[in-house]
C-alpha cells in the first residue's frame, strides 16, 4: 500500500552560489523557507518539481521536502531540511550572519 502524500515544498541549490532556495508560489525561487509554496496535492507538486528541472541552468538538485504549514509560511518537518533552512552551522557564515 503507498504511503499516503503529505505536503511537500520544491527545494534546491542555486546553480552560481550554491545557496538552498525554494520555489514560491509565483513560480520564483526564494533563499527563504517561509516563502516556499505548500503543495498539498501530489500532482501540483509532481508537475512543479517537473517544470523546476528544466531550469537547468539555474538551479541544481531540485526535489520535494516534506513540510508543514506554520504561523509565517511552510515550516520544515525533517532535520535535513531544519538544517538547510537556517544555513551553515557556523554563525559567521551564511543566512545565521543576521542572527
Given at each position: 500500500?503507498?504511503?499516503?502524500?503529505?505536503?511537500?515544498?520544491?527545494?534546491?541549490?542555486?546553480?552560481?552560489?550554491?545557496?538552498?532556495?525554494?520555489?514560491?508560489?509565483?513560480?520564483?525561487?526564494?533563499?527563504?523557507?517561509?516563502?516556499?509554496?505548500?503543495?498539498?496535492?501530489?500532482?501540483?507538486?509532481?508537475?512543479?518539481?517537473?517544470?523546476?528541472?528544466?531550469?537547468?541552468?539555474?538551479?541544481?538538485?531540485a526535489y520535494l521536502?516534506?513540510?508543514?504549514?506554520?504561523?509565517?509560511?511552510?515550516?520544515?518537518?525533517?532535520?535535513?531540511?531544519?538544517?538547510?533552512?537556517?544555513?551553515?552551522?557556523?554563525?559567521?557564515?551564511?543566512?545565521?550572519?543576521?542572527?
Amino acid at each position: 500500500m503507498p504511503k499516503p502524500f503529505t505536503p511537500k515544498i520544491v527545494t534546491a541549490n542555486a546553480l552560481i552560489e550554491g545557496d538552498v532556495i525554494y520555489l514560491t508560489n509565483n513560480g520564483e525561487w526564494s533563499r527563504r523557507h517561509e516563502d516556499a509554496r505548500l503543495f498539498n496535492d501530489e500532482e501540483a507538486a509532481n508537475a512543479a518539481l517537473a517544470a523546476a528541472a528544466l531550469q537547468a541552468g539555474e538551479i541544481v538538485g531540485a526535489y520535494l521536502a516534506d513540510a508543514a504549514q506554520g504561523t509565517k509560511g511552510p515550516q520544515p518537518t525533517h532535520f535535513r531540511e531544519r538544517f538547510r533552512a537556517t544555513g551553515p552551522s557556523n554563525y559567521a557564515h551564511g543566512k545565521q550572519v543576521e542572527l
